[in-house]
């Protein structure tokens, strides 16, 4: 992230937690002045200084929430103390939207296109500022959509987005580790750009929940790095500062889905530097089957009618 636009929410950020950003990165060095070029920053600033995030946050911050160790004690994207604070909320998606070759919708789009079941209930688990969960009502939208996060700070920028653009979503502040719901809850459950990161460990431990929380039949879609070009492109993982993503790459989502019990598992790639893995929870006889929803079998298809993920809701 960038020093200098981070100031945006300095004066609005009363735990005084701002981002920073090492200064002899690539990031620092080469991109961030080229994505400043097409960001708002004033619109950011008025954005960020609009809400009083303390006491939006309260409305979502749960006290039986525990805030895991791994989350607290690193940086993310150079993010100083993770997404625990405002500025985290305020200046993801403009940064997000130019990071995601080709485009942040294109990729997001893939989890929506990967989708075989017909679902009723959907858990975004990790959702961040809800770009993916958004994109999810707007597929299903007669499904009960809920999105996840630890950060009640981004909780609050995608209560705003789901507001501006007139979609009900439930967002809940929880741990995707433990997410306190009841066995078999829902019918898909997603996550997007969250396993590269949390340690391993962590990663399988959703993956567990994830088949806890599924009905039989009921499918789980993974968006994240693509394992095999982080392992073969050192840079890029100092590029996207991650202090986890190196222990990702070297692992295996297919792997983490197998070992839980998933079937079908299968992981394709999605625009080279990403990749989209599925996984369906074993059909028992005793339980409903699934109708599969017609999808394209190509994951770069056409996203015409899905807005940006930034939505450019600003109130």
Partial sequence: MVEEWIK????NDSGGNCMAVGEDTIWERFLSPVVRLLI???????????????????????GDVVIPTYYISQNFHGIKDGYLNSGAAVTYDPITQYV???????????????????????LDLGC???STTLM??????????????????????????????????????????????????FDLVTTSLLFHE????????????????????GQVLVLDGNQNTLRQLEWLNDIFQEPYIREYAAGS???????????????????????????IKPILATVRHYTPAPIDSTI??????????AFDTMP
Wanted: charged content about 25%; some cysteine.
């Fill in 100 to 122: 995601l070759p080709p485009n942040e919708t294109l990729v997001r789009q893939a989890i929506v296109a990967a989708i075989k079941v017909q679902p009723r209930r959907i």
């Fill in 136 to 185: 999810l009502k707007q597929a299903f939208p007669q499904a009960e959509v809920i999105g996840l996060d630890l950060s009640p700070y981004m909780l609050v920028r995608a209560e705003h987005k789901a507001q501006s653009a007139g979609l009900d979503i439930n967002w809940r502040h929880g741990n995707a580790e433990q997410t306190g719901f009841p066995d078999t809850s």
């Fill in 198 to 217: 949390t340690p391993p460990t962590v990663s399988q431990a959703i993956v567990r929940e994830s088949f806890r929380l599924l009905v039989a039949g």
């Fill in 40 to 62: 708002d920053e004033e619109g950011l600033r008025r954005y960020a200084e609009s809400v009083d995030w303390e006491k939006e946050s309260d409305r979502f911050r749960r």
């Fill in 8 to 11: 945006i929410c300095k004066e």
């Fill in 300 to 309: 770069e298809d056409d996203v015409q009618g899905f807005p940006s993920p």
């Fill in 253 to 279: 989502v297919d792997a983490w889905m197998g070992a839980a019990g998933f079937g079908a598992v299968q992981t394709q790639d999605v625009w080279w530097i990403n990749q989209v893995t599925s996984g």
């Fill in 128 to 130: 961040g500022t809800g």
